[in-house]
């Protein structure tokens, strides 16, 4: 099945600047990559996806860029702010589609 | 609309005793999923159903584990003969088709098992 690794487990970053997390996955059958932000105590949501017929996609803040050959794709939020504070999840759906593999998360902490 | 919901959203329960959790999902939603998050780790797949498809049970961890998706909507995870290790919460999710669109999470439920 699919493996998905997701680099750095937690990040700290000064309010105002960029954060990156970044996730490789095995399986090169993937085609839908999302990306899940989690507060704490509350359920996983959507904050961006990317299909592999397109490199990056952008939405204010947040960019997802997808390297098909490398097998990585990243999640990109500049000018950060405390609300961003989270954790994010990667995922990739595997040769099936049936399945969401997902990443291990990111602990972000954004200080003010 | 209505959201994903979950019942119940904490279950305290005696190590080896049956627990049923259910999930509704949105209304026209066909793919539903199951996921196990245990304390500060990620999403662990547990069951896929779409539609009237048979699952992909391929995530369960154990025979002690089961679920059913009756009339293609409400869903029933059951753990029967509960261990220590099965105390994580259970998140439900759900789709508008396989795969292809955001899924939805329920609110979860908190499992412990004493």
């Known amino acids: 099945g699919e493996n998905v690794e997701q680099h750095p487990s937690t990040l700290s970053v000064q309010e105002g600047d960029s954060a990156v997390i970044k996730c490789t996955y095995s399986?090169?059958?993937?085609?839908?990559f999302p990306w899940y932000k989690q507060e704490l105590g509350k359920r996983p949501q959507l904050i961006i996806d990317?299909?592999?017929?397109?490199g990056e996609k952008k939405d204010q803040r947040i960019a997802v860029t997808l390297n098909k050959t490398a097998k990585h794709f990243s999640l990109h939020i500049t000018e950060t702010q405390p609300e961003d504070s989270a954790v994010y999840f990667c995922a990739a759906t595997g040769n099936t589609g049936n399945q969401f593999y997902f990443g291990t998360g990111t602990s972000l902490t954004v200080i003010p | 609309g209505a959201g994903v919901s979950q019942s119940p959203s904490n279950k305290v329960t005696e190590k080896g005793k049956d627990v049923e959790l259910r999930c509704d999902p949105i209304s026209g939603h066909t793919a539903l999923y199951w996921y196990r998050q245990s304390l500060g780790q990620g999403l662990e797949f547990l069951i896929y159903f779409q539609g009237n498809s048979a699952p992909d049970k391929s995530g369960l961890p154990s025979d002690r584990f089961s679920a059913e998706r009756t009339g293609g909507s409400v869903s029933t995870l059951t753990i029967q003969r509960t261990q220590q290790e099965d105390s994580a919460v259970y998140l439900c999710?759900?789709?508008?088709?396989?795969?292809?669109?955001?899924?939805?999470f329920g609110p979860g439920t908190r499992l412990t098992v004493t």
């Open positions: 399986d090169s059958a993937s085609n839908y």
């Open positions: 999710a759900s789709s508008l088709s396989p795969a292809r669109y955001e899924q939805y």
């Open positions: 990317i299909r592999s017929n397109v």
